[in-house]
């Protein structure tokens, strides 16, 4: 059974950095690509960043580059979102996502399995 648990979220200042961790559980995930999403009250579930976990290949949202970086730990099976210079528009849940095929993909139906989500709160 995979599990995805996300931690790291809270208050922050504008300005001000977080850093997001997804441990993984359950399956190998050599061959999977690891997605970060986020999603605002009232809007839609949006992508930020995804990696392949092989190879560390990385993709990011126009919206976040920059600004966040994705990175993975394989021998602590952990993919981590650096978060720096936050605005308050970066306030949101933030999920963490796995994609069984390795794809590098901004679509959040791509994905297989999902976290239960961070709250990351960015004050002006």
């Known amino acids: 059974q995979v599990q995805l648990v996300e931690s790291g979220g809270g208050l922050v200042q504008a300005g001000g950095s977080l850093r997001l961790s997804c441990a993984a559980s359950g399956r190998t995930f050599s061959s999977y690509a690891m997605g970060w999403f986020r999603q605002a009250p009232g809007k839609e579930r949006e992508f930020a960043a995804a990696i392949r976990w092989s190879d560390g290949v990385s993709r990011y949202a126009d919206s976040v580059k920059g600004r966040f970086t994705i990175s993975r730990d394989n021998a602590k099976n952990t993919v981590y979102l650096q978060m720096n210079s936050l605005k308050p528009e970066d306030t949101a849940v933030y999920y963490c996502?796995?994609?069984?095929?390795?794809?590098?993909?901004?679509?959040?139906?791509?994905?297989?399995?999902w976290g239960q989500g961070t709250q990351v709160t960015v004050s002006s």
């Open positions: 996502a796995a994609e069984k095929g390795g794809a590098v993909t901004t679509m959040p139906s791509r994905y297989d399995y």
